[in-house]
């Protein structure tokens, strides 16, 4: 599933499609008025890919599910 960072409504680990970086989205971070919140603010939108459902995903495993979908990684 990709889509834009700020659609991101369920927790899981996802890949920021541009430049590889993973995201670790927990359940706590997406209640709303909970803090911290993530805001990302660019000139462009943010696509990000859902990768797991397990926002504790172990680096080894994420890498090869990246390498897998063919999406670049920088973690």
Request: proline share 9%.
């Amino acid at each position: 599933m990709t889509c834009e960072f700020d659609q991101v409504d369920s927790p899981g680990v996802y890949i920021e499609n541009r430049r590889g970086t993973l995201l670790r989205i927990p359940a706590d971070s997406l209640i709303p008025g909970r803090s911290p919140a993530i805001e990302v603010i660019s000139d462009e939108p943010w696509l990000v890919t859902k990768i797991s459902e397990d926002p504790f995903l172990p680096l080894t495993k994420a890498r090869m599910i990246a390498a897998d979908l063919d999406l670049q990684v920088h973690f």
